[in-house]
């Protein structure tokens, strides 16, 4: 804090004294040369308040693959686990204490910090926003309290083909392993009814419990009687971030988990038509999909998004409709 205050405050009175000088000085017939002064003196202030504030670097670095980028995360997600993601973030890359202007920006990507992953289109399994949706949290408290063995079957859950647990002093300061089996999609047999998040999880932690053959299901016990057999599951590329299509083969039918995070507003259809759809696992989404090939298709399509339209819609419609009366009333004035 004194260092701070002191190289706050030195510069801060070096300006003020140079301003109170120009406003001591300043003559009673100003010309054009004591205005280029001043716009000199205001120039120079700004530039120095904003040095090492807005760092550039070459545009190179938004090009190439990095690390990150093996193909063993290519179609998976990774995961950095968070107190790896905190000393990457404040004690090796965006320290408070110093902005870094000599650091290489390709170590930030090498050491896989999001969200430099977009730049490789790398999936992340990490959330950076100030505000996350509880189960999310609740399943990532979770996992890292959970048993090794318990968290890597989890992690291929997650669809995670690499994580990063711990890092270290020197560049790229994080060591990555893969996660065999991960798998965004899988079809399983039978699934087990319990009635909330927190049970979901304390279920899956049951000796025995495989993510292979059940699925946890936040529905009535009625509707998770429905047996089915395995089959296959593919995710269809497609150009929209609101939409997941799923190819399913399923010859004996059976419940399709999709582990992408349980969320209102998203609407799950079966070859077109709209289906059920429950929270899976806790954290994830799970449908009964009937016997043989069908396509699933999970499109996002929030109630407060079409309310808001609306509103808006008849906002407008409302202002313009004012405006004409007020027009036609003045012109019958």
Excluded at 39 to 51: K, N
Excluded at 112 to 129: I, K, M, Q, Y
């Amino acid at each position: 804090l004194k260092e701070s205050c002191g190289l706050g405050f030195a510069p801060a009175g070096f300006w003020l004294a140079v301003a109170g000088a120009l406003a001591l000085l300043w003559p009673a017939r100003s010309g054009p040369h004591w205005i280029a002064l001043v716009a000199a003196v205001a120039t120079l202030d700004l530039v120095f308040a904003g040095l090492g504030l807005n760092p550039s670097t070459n545009a190179a670095i938004y090009r190439g693959a990095s690390a990150p980028a093996a193909p063993v995360t290519a179609e998976h997600r990774q995961y950095l686990f968070p107190e790896a993601e905190r000393i990457l973030k404040f004690e090796r890359t965006h320290r408070f204490d110093s902005f870094q202007t000599s650091l290489d920006p390709w170590l930030i990507r090498a050491g896989g910090l999001p969200n430099t992953l977009l730049l490789d289109r790398v999936p992340s399994a990490n959330n950076f926003d100030p505000l996350v949706p509880e189960r999310y949290a609740d399943w990532i408290s979770a996992l890292a309290d959970s048993s090794a063995a318990i968290q890597d079957q989890r992690l291929r859950l997650m669809d995670v083909g690499r994580v990063g647990e711990d890092a270290g002093p020197e560049p790229p300061w994080v060591t990555y392993r893969p996660i065999v089996g991960a798998r965004r999609v899988r079809v399983v047999p039978r699934a087990v009814p319990v009635d909330g998040p927190d049970e979901a999880l304390a279920a899956m932690t049951v000796a025995g419990f495989d993510v292979e053959r059940e699925v946890v299901l936040e529905s009535p016990a009625a509707v998770a009687r429905a047996s089915g057999g395995p089959g296959t599951a593919v995710v269809a590329p497609t150009s929209s971030p609101d939409r997941v299509v799923i190819e399913v083969e399923a010859p004996q039918g059976g419940w399709l988990v999709l582990s992408d995070m349980w969320f209102p507003g998203w609407e799950a259809m079966i070859d077109g038509v709209p289906t059920a759809a429950y929270p899976a696992d806790s954290a994830f989404r799970a449908l009964w999909v009937p016997p043989g090939s069908s396509t699933v298709t999970w499109d996002y399509r929030p109630l407060s998004f079409r309310v808001g339209l609306a509103l808006t819609v008849l906002g407008l419609v409302f202002v313009i409709g004012a405006s004409f009366r007020r027009l036609a009333r003045r012109r019958s004035a």
